[in-house]
């Protein structure tokens, strides 16, 4: 996994504080569990690339608190910003370059919204040929009258399984990377 590096999907602090809409579901879950894998990919020494989503009028709109990283969230000197404005991190941004001259060819994802920018962003990785780990239980998302947000993550969860992403728990993920440095 020397050639990874860590994407941190739109970890805003909108989707955390309640100013704009509704909370994320288990938020502070999903906090403990990126600031576990952050603080084991930079021990590891993978890039990390923290995505941003711009929706200007809306829950992340530039220039307001809501669009900052979650607050749990340090940024390192080393770390990489991408601010995007489609779904994919990928669309309309430079993330698939700076990956490349990074000479990564694997990324892990985590982060919000499950069913759009993780989801979009993992496809989009998948079709530029990156090998795309997800982390299963560090990404989020809110419930539908439907579904819970659990059901939804689990079934987009399956969905990347099944167009070839690898799903693995945080946990796991920072087990092996604690005992491969």
Known sequence: MSDAALLVIDVQRGAFDGVRCPPIARGAE???????????????????????????????????????????????PSDLWIVKRQSSSFEGTSLADVLKRAAVREVVLCGLQSEFCVFNTAAGALERGFRTTVLGDAHGTWPTSQDSAEVIAERINGELRGRGAAVCESSDLVAWLSRTR
Not at 30 to 48: C, D, G, H, K
Not at 60 to 74: K, M, V
């Open 30 to 76: 999903l906090i403990a569990r990126v600031q576990s894998v952050l603080a084991t990919a930079r021990a590891a020494q993978l890039p990390v690339v923290f995505v941003q989503h711009s929706e200007p009028g809306g829950v992340f709109a530039e220039g307001t608190p809501q669009f900052a990283l979650h607050e749990a969230l340090e940024p390192a």
